[in-house]
């Protein structure tokens, strides 16, 4: 992975198909977050561990936040900043658990959404808005969907 030094978080862009449409799964960011990032809808990520790669990272932390496993689409993340996201696939049966951190205790996300790339690029935390724009055409080349 290029760039891998300068990366502290990662995580994955999660999605299903709905009706041969994508949908995103929109976790509900906390209010504080809600509201330093003037958004409302975050991805399931966090802070790499130490010793652990920011592949590793990003499965660890779609786990615990969402309690899904995702299968990848794109072998290298799409970077922002200190942000590596990848873009991955879960049946749509797949259920959403949220649970509390297991090393705080507590809940990071208010629950989630499923939601269309609009939706999602409309109402996510300003920060992901570049990533999940780039992320768009991956997960619609993957549904052969042309958007208009």
């Known amino acids: 992975m290029k ?18 449409h994508p949908e995103l799964l929109g976790l509900i960011a906390l209010p504080k977050y809600r509201k330093r990032s003037k ?8 802070r790499i561990d ?10 660890r932390e779609c786990l615990e936040e969402s309690g899904l496993n ?28 949220l649970e509390a951190n297991p090393y705080s205790g507590e809940y990071e996300h208010e629950g989630y959404k499923w939601l269309t790339i609009k939706e999602m690029k409309s109402n996510c935390l300003n920060y992901l808005r570049p990533i999940i724009n780039k992320a768009e055409k991956e997960i619609l080349d993957y549904f052969k969907i042309w958007s208009d």
């Open 39 to 46: 958004g409302i809808y975050d991805v399931p990520k966090g």
């Open 70 to 97: 995702p299968k990848l689409i794109i072998k290298e993340p799409i970077v922002n900043g200190p942000l590596a996201l990848w873009v991955g696939y879960v049946d749509p049966e797949d259920e959403v658990v």
């Open 50 to 59: 130490e010793g652990e790669t920011p592949y590793q990272s990003a499965f």
């Open 3 to 20: 760039n891998q030094i300068n990366i502290t978080a990662s995580g994955i862009i999660v999605f299903r198909n709905k009706n041969n």
